[in-house]
C-alpha cells in the first residue's frame, strides 16, 4: 500500500518555479509530521522543509532554502506542498516525501520511517 505519492517534479530554468506535492494516505497524514528531503547524485540526502502540526503548527526549513521554498498542507486532500521559488541549478535532486511519528523537528533521514519513491527536479542554469 503507497503511502506517500509525489508529483510535480520537472525541468526548470535557474530564477523559476516549481510546485510539488505529496498526497499521502489518511492516517500518515492526520498522525505524523511530514518532511521533504532532496537527494543530488553521488550525495547524502537533505533536509529540506518540514511542517510539524501534532501539538501546534510549525515550518521547519533548511537554511539553503529559507526564503525560496514554502512548505504548506492541505487537510482536506490529505497533501503536502513544495512551493519552490528562485530555483538554482544546485537545486537539482531528486525530491523525496517523507514521514514521521516522532514529536519535535526532525531533520535527519534515520528520524523518518516512511517514505515515497520520489520525484525529480532538474534546475537549468
Known amino acids: 500500500q503507497v503511502q506517500l505519492l509525489e508529483s510535480g517534479g520537472g525541468v526548470v530554468q535557474a530564477g523559476g518555479s516549481l510546485g510539488l506535492s505529496c498526497a499521502a494516505s489518511e492516517r500518515i497524514f492526520r498522525t505524523h509530521t511530514m518532511a521533504w528531503f532532496r537527494q543530488a547524485p553521488g550525495k547524502e540526502r537533505d533536509f529540506v522543509a518540514s511542517?510539524?502540526?501534532?501539538?501546534?503548527?510549525?515550518?521547519d526549513y533548511a537554511d539553503s532554502v529559507q526564503g525560496r521554498f514554502t512548505i504548506s498542507r492541505d487537510s482536506a486532500k490529505n497533501t503536502i506542498y513544495l512551493q519552490m521559488n528562485g530555483l538554482k541549478p544546485e537545486d537539482t535532486a531528486l525530491y523525496l516525501c517523507?514521514?514521521?511519528?516522532?514529536?519535535?523537528?526532525?531533520?535527519?533521514?534515520?528520524?523518518?520511517?516512511?517514505w515515497g519513491q520520489g520525484t525529480q527536479v532538474t534546475v537549468s542554469s
Open positions: 517523507a514521514a514521521t511519528e516522532l514529536r519535535g523537528p526532525r531533520t535527519t533521514t534515520a528520524a523518518y520511517g516512511y
Open positions: 511542517w510539524i502540526w501534532v501539538g501546534g503548527n510549525r515550518a
